[in-house]
Structures are given as structure tokens and as C-alpha cells.
């Protein structure tokens, strides 16, 4: 079961960079690892995906080393509207089945003026 | 395309009364999952479903029920609510676990 740790907060200011770390000792060769965003009274939401190396899109940037035991969220230039729980997933694989998607506690990020 | 859609948003029971959540999706997705959210625990996965026809235990199935009544249908079912059942209930879909799941906007579940 690949579970997942990461910081139960964090704080910045707008205009910053934000990288959240998450670890993931016991991710499997198959996994991907996935960040998704959640606001107050709202479901998450997916932001990106990777398997290796780098990712990017328009909203975020995902890292991952050589050994994919961990992996880094990163946020250029947050603004207040980032200011929520985000979430680092790892897919489970149990035999043929496809696996269940846990989220864990995620980390609050809160961005201030 | 309303992606996923539960019902109801808002519901209070009372201690011993069952109730049926309903979720639906139109994206013709695979899985399907229920997520309960409390203060400070983030989301945990109550059922999950592979497949039309298959459920399978998350992390805390005690209490709840599922059916997988067809590939859009996936209802939760409490038989008899309990106060610790007090929670928002999410749902899900996804193609499959390596592709973005997609969320509905929850429902506010409270006992007393």
C-alpha cells in the first residue's frame, strides 16, 4: 500500500513560489503520482500527474527524482485564490485490479497578502 | 455533461434512520468511489468500484452499504446512522486509478 506523508501546512505570501514535498516510500512500479486541490465546501480537483522527472502545465509544476520515493508540488507566483488543501495521491495495485485512490490528510496551504 | 452529480446536498437524520446517497456519473467511467471528509482528516475512501458488478472495502467501510447499480450508478447506503456518520460524503469517477478523478460537490450529512 503505497501511502503518502506531506507537511500539514504551510505558509507564503503572494507572489512566492510554493514547493510541497511529499514522500512516498512504497510506491510501486506502475504508480503515478497525482496532486489534486480542494477548496472549502468544494470536491477536489485534479492539477497534475507524473511518472518521472517533470511535469508541467499551466497551473503547476511536479517533480520527481531518479528513485520516485518522493515528489515536489510546485506553485509559481500564488496569489490569495491558492489558498487551499492539496493532496498527493499514489495508486494502489492490488493483483489485476485496478486500485483504490487514497488522499490522505493533504497539506493547507495558505497564502497571505 | 454535469460530470458527477450527488444527491441530496443537504440531509439531517435522526440516530437509527437509513438513508440512501445517490451519485451519477455521465462521463461513462470506470471507477467509482465514496469519500467521507471530517475536520482535520482529510478524505477517507469508505467503498470503492472497479467495475459495474464490483465493490470493494476502503478504509473505513463499517457502517455504510454500496451498490453499483449499473456503470453511472453508485449509492451509499447507511442502514442505521450513527452521530460518528456526521460528515461530507464525496463522490467520484475515474477511467481508471491513473487518470483524474473526477468529484461531485458533496453531500453535508448530519445525525442526531
Known amino acids: 500500500l503505497a501511502k503518502t506523508t506531506q507537511p500539514i501546512s504551510m505558509d507564503s505570501y503572494e507572489g512566492q513560489e510554493v514547493n510541497i514535498t511529499c514522500s512516498h516510500n512504497?510506491?510501486?512500479?506502475?504508480?503515478?503520482i497525482t496532486w489534486y486541490q480542494q477548496f472549502p465546501s468544494q470536491g477536489p480537483r485534479f492539477i497534475i500527474q507524473?511518472?518521472?522527472t517533470k511535469v508541467t502545465n499551466e497551473v503547476a509544476s511536479l517533480f520527481i527524482p531518479a528513485d520516485r520515493k518522493s515528489s515536489t508540488l510546485s506553485l509559481p507566483r500564488v496569489s490569495l485564490s491558492d489558498t487551499a488543501v492539496y493532496y498527493c495521491?499514489?495508486?494502489?495495485?492490488?493483483?489485476?485490479?485496478?486500485?483504490?485512490?487514497?488522499f490522505g490528510r493533504g497539506t493547507q496551504l495558505t497564502v497571505w497578502p | 455533461n454535469a460530470g458527477v452529480t450527488q444527491t441530496p446536498k443537504f440531509q439531517v437524520l435522526k440516530t437509527g434512520q437509513s438513508m440512501t446517497l445517490q451519485c451519477a456519473q455521465d462521463?461513462?467511467?470506470?471507477?467509482m468511489y465514496w469519500y467521507r471528509q471530517d475536520p482535520g482528516m482529510g478524505l477517507r475512501l469508505i467503498y470503492y468500484?472497479?467495475?459495474?458488478?464490483?465493490?470493494d472495502k476502503g478504509e473505513v467501510p463499517n457502517g455504510y452499504n454500496v451498490s453499483r447499480l449499473n456503470k453511472r450508478e453508485f449509492s451509499l447506503r447507511l442502514e442505521s446512522a450513527a452521530p460518528s456518520q456526521t460528515s461530507v460524503y464525496f463522490c467520484?469517477?475515474?477511467?481508471?486509478?491513473?487518470?483524474?478523478?473526477?468529484f461531485g460537490q458533496g453531500t453535508r450529512l448530519t445525525v442526531v
Open positions: 495521491l499514489v495508486g494502489e495495485r492490488r493483483g489485476s485490479t485496478l486500485g483504490r485512490l487514497y
Open positions: 507524473g511518472y518521472k
Open positions: 512504497n510506491i510501486a512500479t506502475n504508480d503515478y
Open positions: 462521463m461513462n467511467h470506470n471507477s
Open positions: 468500484s472497479a467495475s459495474e458488478g464490483t465493490t
Open positions: 467520484a469517477s475515474s477511467e481508471n486509478r491513473n487518470t483524474e478523478a473526477f
